[in-house]
């Protein structure tokens, strides 16, 4: 009976996915095989974000922002909350949270706000701000928009 019990354990399929790429970091939900990323960090100290490939965000007010223009003073103007310490301003926003250092946008942070009675996401797109999709994303999005994938980890975690 153990040795079943441990042989199932065994057999049982991943069901999260954590991604590495050239500045950033992705987490995914893996249902069937694919790979949903429903959490993903853009930059940090070593590589901040303006390193990136260009992309665009779309809020669900419907304003659009380039990667390009996220200064402080663009993103601060529609935050939900405003967070100074130490000379680091974190800026949320919906589904984000862009972290900046003497003005200059270190890192952003992605994810999905579960909030009673509704999801507050917010849709990525490429640099052309044409087509966006909204979190979770594919893993062929994530590396269209953001680069390839340079390291991978599957795992049972529930």
């Not at 019990?5 to 050239?22: I, Q, W, Y």
Request: net charge positive.
């Amino acid at each position: 009976m153990v040795l079943l019990a441990l042989v199932g354990c065994s057999l049982t399929k991943a069901n999260f996915r954590s991604v590495k790429g050239d500045g950033y970091e992705a987490l995914a939900s893996l249902r069937k095989g694919q790979a949903r990323y429903y959490d993903i960090t853009l930059g940090n100290v070593q590589r901040p974000i303006d390193s990136l490939p260009d992309f665009s965000m779309r809020f669900s007010s419907g304003e659009i922002i380039a990667s390009r223009d996220f200064s402080l003073e663009n993103v601060r103007t529609h935050a939900d909350k405003v967070i100074e310490k130490n000379g680091v301003v974190e800026v949320r926003r919906e589904g984000a949270v862009f972290t900046f250092k003497r003005e200059r946008l270190i890192s952003l942070k992605l994810f999905e706000a579960q909030l009673p009675g509704k999801v507050l996401t917010v849709a990525l797109g490429d640099d052309s701000a044409t087509r966006f999709t909204e979190l979770p994303v594919s893993e062929d999005f994530l590396v269209r928009v953001f680069g390839p994938i340079k390291e991978r980890s599957d795992k049972n975690v529930w």
